[in-house]
């Protein structure tokens, strides 16, 4: 069993089970060089680094950051960093130097390792550079690194804290614990002798829970990561015939992104895809559609998970119904779930009650207070259910705003805009105007030769609501992406902040 309630460490993720010269990692650097890693190489080395952390003085229970782009070393790192019994915290360096300094003092960091292109802010601890001198920076492994053995931690103790995104203030550290990690890859445990034969691609940076989780289920159930440097869209569809990936993961930007290069893609075998989850932000028909064109081998999947759960939440159907387009699952086992807030129990939003809820956040009992309930974690996700218990996300429901009196998700919105066929992508987001309260504004992607503004806009009121259609639509090259490969909307708010919409009935 993958997690069997007692005390477990998130670090041996490597089991007795694995082929230890099977590789479990192939790194793809900044320039397109490869480095493969063994299962055999990073147990060994991750314990290295867990006896030298304790040999050199850190004490069990202290955070150590990591402040890095992707790389082998940050994986051996992070696993050895929770096999001492410390506790890691990736933070995102593509935060603004303020909100990464934040990040390292409020989690209490007491060391930080980084890479050659990061530049560290004055945090007031020491820094040591990822790779294999870090042993030696850190003063030297032991002598007896053979008879190390990974801390046994109670279930709840944390064993890495990671930040949200802060987009409304300052990001909140998430304490996650070891059991609720372990547990959240339990439902994955009937799907073992297939996972083993997959190839996994990972471009998503380390630092957010989409990569983070797809790396420990490669190392859990013995597949084989290509991890990149960073997301490239070209060295990603490039790797993909060299490498024989089976098996594609990341954020629906990331694949709209490679949809944008149909003669890239129409040139390359891409017949070694067979599975394609796109997760951490909403999916729509269109980029399915594009995904399908060019991924015809390949089974699509919409992935759900949060950084307070995880990705714990959904699993096929027990019956063996096919997944519909664009839902996220059933219910998984062991996970109690419920849709709150508008009297119905088919449609609200998703709450959540297992082994996986986070902690709590980081020195924040009040915020915490506000999302976990007696047990329930109120993730702020709309959600639908159907009458097979499949869930179909909607949209945040912070992003809700009022036109006419009535409430606009600027997921439906986007949904309906990305079934034109001159649009590849959509974002919306409001617009003050004095009559309406809140009027909904469109950036668009697509061939803006292939409709007008007024075309698209007779388009959305023949197929939805009129009260929701956009009042203006504005064609751009490219969306803005946050740190984590999402869309920025708040970018987005800003760019529409000097558009007229005011007698746009």
Known sequence: MVHDG????????????????????????????TERYSFGQIDALSARFGATLLANGYERGKSIGILARNSAWYVIAYLGIMRAGLVAVPVSFRQPTQMVEHCLRDSDTILVLHDELTEVPDAGVPCVL?????FDALGGAPDDVASFQSHR???????????????TGRPKGVALSHQSQL???SSMEPQRDRIRTETISIAAPLYHMNALSMMKVTLLFDATAVLFHSFDVETLIREIP???????????????LMAARPDLLSETDLSSVRRINMASAPLTDNLLDLTRE????????????????????FCPHPGGLPMPPLSTGVGAPGVGLRLVGYGRDDYGVLEVNSPANMNGYWKLPEKTAERMVDGWYHTGDLFRRDENGFYFFIGREDDQFVCNGENILPGEVELVLERHPAIRQACVVPVA??????????????????????????????????????????????MPLAGTNKIDRKLVKAWAEDIEVTGKT
């Open 130 to 134: 990822l790779g294999p001198d870090m």
């Open 433 to 478: 105007d004095p009559i309406r309260g809140d009027t909904p504004v469109a950036f668009v992607t697509g061939d803006a030769s292939a409709a007008t503004e007024a075309e698209i806009q007779d388009y959305y009121r023949r197929n939805a609501p009129p009260v929701q259609y956009p009042r203006r639509v504005v064609f751009v090259d490219e």
């Open 6 to 33: 007692k005390a477990t460490n998130l670090g041996d993720l490597i089991g007795p089970q694995a082929d230890m010269e099977k590789a479990a990692l192939v790194y793809i650097g900044p320039e397109g060089e």
């Open 294 to 313: 060019h991924f015809p081998n390949a089974l699509l999947l919409n992935g759900y998970g949060t950084t307070e759960h995880g990705p714990a939440a």
């Open 183 to 185: 547990f959240a890859f």
């Open 153 to 167: 931690n109670e279930p709840r103790d944390v064993a890495m804290i990671l930040y949200t995104s802060g987009s």
């Open 242 to 256: 060299k490498n024989k990936i089976t098996w594609m993961t990341g954020i629906p930007t990331m694949f709209a």
